[in-house]
């Protein structure tokens, strides 16, 4: 592929530019790889929806259709898309996914024809309107695209009990779905299963469909190594606590709602509290207060809720820990992989992780790395942290050694690397 080359990546959720070229988990994925293609000396160029995702406002506000912001940290152009606000998941965010297709097939067109049309079209799910928005402008111009899947889309909404995979509306969805999957001239997954998957559909040429899976690849999200060890080295989180060497911290960072499972931690604390396990929460959320208050209530006083912290500090605060961890909703969508982003953060702490939850295609397994506790018993997770607490220091040097090694293969350098070589392999 030749450099120069215009490479356009649509992602309706990648407007959110960190700060300081700090990434965030709403769109960073495609922030980095943008980074990392302009630095090869490509020419990426982003669009997504100035709708900021799940909170009333906008990125920008602008007339027109759509309003280019360069950012020159990166030297990239981000092209923000007119699309409705909207919070839940109710009609307006509906309205939005629709605002964003229509007026990015419009926005697309013109800026083939002020800026060239591009090589390649990159287009990322979390909604199969994306997807399709890229295919449809990718004919118009006469290349190729890249479909790539983060979300399977109705499989979530069927996974999480909130339509039957009867129902006429996801039937029609599914339908849509296989159409992306033929029509799309590469796929990538961001979960390792994705070809499991479709082999389950019996959508391949294998089953008799029409779907090549020569033609799909897998790219994990990761980790920019390079700026977590620049944070972890400008930016020190103090704290007592953290720094107390009598104490085995278990470390979890994130959201605080009944997706998280933090109960979970609860109860696992409760099971632990004679000992000097202690498990330490950052972050925020909507479960955080009753939790809280279950723990005055059963005396649980090995559990820390650490409030929200700011990005930056993260690589500290997992630096400090002795193991870090999270803990898995009970979903079948889990049998196809994980893609978490946190995941490759934890790993980058150079220290052990405990994944509890049911799930395939496990990183601690591959690269001895932690635990994964592969069950839903909380005696089970217990056990997991006694045995890496009363690991030899040889032996929990050694799973320290496999985390970092571990993070190096999901550094965006590398996987930038694999990005290129999907994209020669399309073209």
């Not at 004919?139 to 479909?147: A, G, L, M, P, S």
């Not at 295609?361 to 018993?377: A, E, F, K, L, T």
Request: net charge positive; proline share 2%; charged share 25%.
């Amino acid at each position: 592929m030749k450099k120069n080359e215009n490479i356009w990546i649509i992602n309706h959720y990648a407007g959110n530019i960190p700060e300081n070229d700090e990434p965030t988990s709403v769109g960073g994925r495609h922030f980095m790889f943008a980074e990392q293609l302009r630095k090869r000396g490509f020419n990426p160029v982003v669009f997504c929806s100035n709708a900021k995702h799940n909170a009333c406002g906008y990125f920008h506000e602008f007339k027109g259709l759509s309003m280019t912001e360069y950012v020159k940290s990166i030297d990239v152009s981000f092209v923000y898309v007119k699309s409705r606000d909207y919070t839940g998941n109710g009609l307006n965010r509906i309205l939005n996914m629709f605002g964003f297709y229509r007026n990015i097939i419009k926005v697309g067109e013109k800026c083939a024809q002020e800026q060239g049309v591009p090589s390649i079209i990159y287009a990322s799910s979390a909604h199969p309107l994306s997807l399709i928005a890229g295919i449809k402008l990718a004919r118009r111009f006469n290349v190729k695209c890249i479909c790539e899947i983060r979300d399977l889309w109705p499989e979530s909404i069927v996974a999480y009990g909130l339509a039957s995979a009867n129902n006429p509306i996801i039937k029609l969805l599914y339908k849509i779905e296989k159409r992306i999957y033929e029509k799309a001239d590469s796929i990538i997954f961001t979960m390792e299963g994705g070809v499991e998957y479709l082999h389950e559909k019996k959508w391949t040429q294998l089953e008799g469909g029409k779907i090549d899976t020569d033609k799909i690849y897998h790219i994990n999200n990761g980790v920019d190594l390079a700026k977590y060890d620049e944070n972890l080295i400008k930016f020190s989180y103090a704290s007592k606590i953290l720094e107390d060497k009598n104490i085995f911290k278990m470390v979890y960072t994130g959201s605080i709602r009944r997706a998280n499972n933090i109960d979970k931690v609860i109860d696992a604390a409760q099971l632990l509290k004679d000992t000097n396990v202690h498990f330490l929460i950052f972050g925020e959320g909507s479960e955080r207060s009753m939790l809280s208050e279950r723990c005055k209530k059963e005396s649980i006083h090995n559990v820390y809720f650490m409030g929200p912290v700011e990005k930056k500090y993260i690589p500290s605060i997992h630096s400090k820990a002795d193991v870090n961890f999270f803990i898995l909703e009970d979903s079948d969508l889990f049998r196809f992989g994980l893609s978490l982003n946190k995941s490759f953060e934890y790993l980058a702490s150079g220290r052990p992780m405990i994944i509890f939850g049911k799930a395939n295609y496990s990183m601690i397994d591959r690269y001895r790395c932690g635990i994964h506790v592969n069950s839903s018993s909380i005696e089970d997770f217990v056990s997991a942290i006694v045995e890496i607490k009363n690991l030899s220091k040889h032996e929990y040097h050694d799973m320290c050694v496999n985390a970092r090694k571990a993070a190096e293969k999901y550094d965006y350098n590398v996987l930038t690397d694999k990005l290129i070589r999907v994209i020669e392999d399309t073209k």
